[in-house]
């Protein structure tokens, strides 16, 4: 079952062509290392094996590009996702107290914009998300939104690695669940439609 699960949960993960969530997965691995670093060097042929598979079917797919992409500083996961953090750092500065409430940051977009974005990327494309979870939120609900929001978010990462220390292996899997889906925020944003999953495992988790 964990290995159909598993390889079910690859496949989803990569047809989404999410980086973000590449991120997470790669940020949930290093979490929950401790437990699963000696099954990992007990079966590494086997590991070796699924490692090297996955690499030949992502060359010879579309997300190859989507790959290679990701180093390039022309792209839009690469300068462009800079870009939108400098414009949301402007317009977080521009309304620091209750910021500018749900979905207000396509209207408030435009204070952040400066002469080398409108050039760079021109006027036809409004962003309506800043482009990092605690930005998104510091826009959305001011300074202390986000601090509320980096202060739980850590709070979690905290509850992650005691769950992987010393929680039973269902609980190991939310640790890395709930890391995941933090760390992939900080390069898109929290989506509502996956939050309250997101929210019901974290309360699992803690």
């Excluded at 670093?37 to 992502?58: C, K, N, Q, T």
């Excluded at 996702?81 to 521009?94: H, Q």
């Excluded at 939050?195 to 019901?200: K, L, N, P, T």
């Amino acid at each position: 079952a964990a290995y159909a699960a598993s390889f079910v949960g690859f496949v989803a993960v990569a047809v989404s062509q999410t980086r973000a969530a590449w991120v997470g997965l790669a940020i949930a691995l290093v979490v929950v290392w401790p437990a699963i670093g000696g099954w990992v060097r007990s079966h590494r042929g086997i590991v070796l094996s699924v490692f090297l598979v996955g690499v030949v079917i992502i060359g010879v797919s579309p997300l190859a590009d989507r790959v290679t992409s990701a180093r390039d500083f022309e792209s839009g996961g690469g300068r462009g996702r800079i870009d939108e953090w400098r414009v949301g750092a402007a317009v977080l500065a521009e309304h620091p107290v209750v910021g500018l409430g749900f979905e207000g940051y396509r209207i408030g977009f435009a204070e952040g914009v400066d002469a080398e974005y409108e050039q760079r990327y021109g006027r036809t494309f409004t962003p309506d998300r800043a482009h990092s979870g605690f930005l998104d939120i510091g826009v959305t609900a001011g300074l202390p939104g986000m601090v509320i929001y980096l202060t739980g978010g850590l709070a979690l990462v905290v509850s992650s690695i005691k769950g992987v220390r010393s929680g039973p292996p269902w609980l190991i899997g939310i640790a890395g669940g709930v890391v995941a889906y933090l760390g992939q925020q900080q390069f898109l944003f929290p989506i509502i439609e996956v939050d309250g999953v997101f929210w019901v495992f974290a309360g699992i988790l803690v």
